[in-house]
């Protein structure tokens, strides 16, 4: 029997696919919901921002520190911290009572979701080899993609039939099931007895990141010379630019510099940054576009995203396997270029909608690109760099995909023109198409088919 057909190899998927979903689906959940939390809530789109880079800021910044803790202390141990910390958060954004306390609870869970990330995939990573590493990189990426995108269809089920705060506190059941799990898997956690833990570094780059992205969403409101504008966004630069100097001679950094001189790790996470920029762009937009532009029930408009998710699901263990066998190239080039292609195509949306002619083809096509693009990039990038290093080389590759959606995020006001409107839509369309076209061009240009895994820097 092969360690792809184990019941091991099916119960270390699932563990990882549902501690990794948690924090995915609840990323993106949030989407269809904003309208009804600003309805409920109030505050406008500063709130919508906050709402979600909040839980992006603490998630993105905190990632590094939280794959460091994995590598030193063990998977279980960080999946089982992250499991309880995001349940927590969870209940206090369903209770949220104003914008302020949901802000601070989406941080929280930001936060211990940064724990589930990287921990889950590092878990396939030291736990499998070979095909069967290949093929559950592959099922997990699926998956949790999958949740990602089919967070928009639940919150809007959530949203029309219940309350947009079931959205956050439902998450409590997958929770609970991947604790099950977890003590049926009955492994032993490996700990470094040198573990080192750099709290100063993780405060540095959560504090710099915090500055420059609360600038970068307030100062639309405020305008550049103001003091609680520069102010943050030059703190934030010269914190982030001591967090990387420090990680070049702490004994432990949080963020090894060195993993970068390996080319498909460094080209890799470029071509990330660019396409899970496009990727966030594209389903903040569409989802809050549907229901305030379009005048669709937030239900209909996560049912829009349905497509992609089939495509992606369809497609990804497929694609798993042909990155094998012809090298990972051909579809992180090909890949980034059929979304872009699919995002044009949003540009049919008028304001006499309709979505069967003017959305759903562009979904189809941006869904059989996305298929074809993410397996292969998580394979390629996480290939690069194995054994002991394995968490901080996913935490690494989440945190840029999380830094590239805070940071498009935080400029969405000058994306789409101030509001989101027809003209703010289209706008944000060709956006996500010039990045996605500027993914697949980095991926041409950089990525190499390794022989067997890259362990030396090139």
């Known amino acids: 029997m092969s360690a792809s057909t184990t019941p091991r190899f099916g119960l270390i998927v699932a563990i990882a696919a549902l501690a990794s979903a948690v924090a995915f689906l609840d990323g993106t959940i949030v989407n269809v919901a904003l309208p009804a939390i600003g309805e409920e809530l109030g505050g406008g789109l500063s709130t919508q921002q906050w709402t979600v880079d909040a839980y992006l800021l603490t998630l993105s910044s905190l990632i590094l520190f ?52 990287p921990s889950s995939l590092a878990l396939i990573t030291s736990l499998l080899n070979g095909p069967g590493q290949a093929r559950a990189i592959g099922q ?35 929770i609970a099931i991947t604790f099950v799990l977890l003590a049926r898997l009955g492994h032993i956690d ?18 710099g990141l915090g500055g420059v992205v609360f600038a970068l969403i307030e100062q639309p409101n405020l305008g550049w010379g103001h003091p ?47 396409i899970y920029a496009a990727l966030t762009l594209n389903g903040f937009v569409v989802g809050v576009y549907l229901q305030q532009g379009a005048g669709l029930s937030a239900t209909l408009a996560g049912l829009a995203s349905l497509p992609v998710t089939v495509a992606l699901i369809a497609l990804s263990s497929v694609v798993g396997g042909w ?27 008028r304001e006499d909608f309709d979505y069967g002619t003017q959305v759903l083809p562009g979904l189809v096509v941006f869904g059989l690109g996305l298929g074809v693009t993410v397996s292969p990039l998580t394979s390629t990038i ?61 991926s041409f240009l950089g990525i190499r088919r390794p022989a067997t895994r890259e362990a030396q820097p090139a």
Do not use: Y
């Open 66 to 117: 939280a794959g460091s803790v994995s590598d030193a202390f063990g998977r279980v141990l960080v999946l089982r911290i992250g499991l309880i910390g995001f349940g927590i958060a969870s209940i206090g954004v369903g209770l949220a009572p104003d914008p302020n306390v949901l802000i601070i609870a989406r941080a929280l869970q930001g936060a211990a979701g940064a724990f589930l990330v």
């Open 190 to 207: 490996h700990r470094r007895d040198d573990a080192h833990l750099d709290l100063v570094s993780a405060t540095l780059c959560t504090l």
């Open 323 to 349: 990155t094998n066998r012809f090298g990972p190239r051909l579809f992180l080039t090909v890949g980034p270029l059929v979304m872009a292609v699919g995002s044009l195509m949003l540009l049919a949306v």
């Open 140 to 174: 997990w990426t699926a998956w949790t993609t999958a949740a990602n995108l089919a967070g928009p269809l639940l919150g809007g089920l959530f949203v029309d039939l219940l309350s947009w705060r079931f959205a956050f506190l439902v998450q409590i059941i997958p």
């Open 382 to 442: 996480l290939g690069a760099i194995g054994g002991e290093r394995s968490g901080i080389a996913s935490a690494t590759n989440n945190a840029v995909s999380r830094i590239a959606g805070l940071v498009v995020i935080a400029i969405l006001a000058v994306i789409i023109g101030g509001s989101l409107d027809l003209d703010g839509f289209h706008r944000a369309a060709w956006v996500t198409a010039v990045l996605m076209a500027a993914g697949a061009a980095v």
């Open 228 to 274: 609680a504008i520069w102010m943050p966004l030059v703190a934030g630069i010269v914190m982030f630019a001591a967090f990387l100097l420090r990680q070049r001679t702490v004994r432990s950094p949080i963020l090894p510099l060195d993993i970068f001189r390996v080319r498909n790790f460094w080209t890799g996470n470029l071509a990330t940054l660019f």
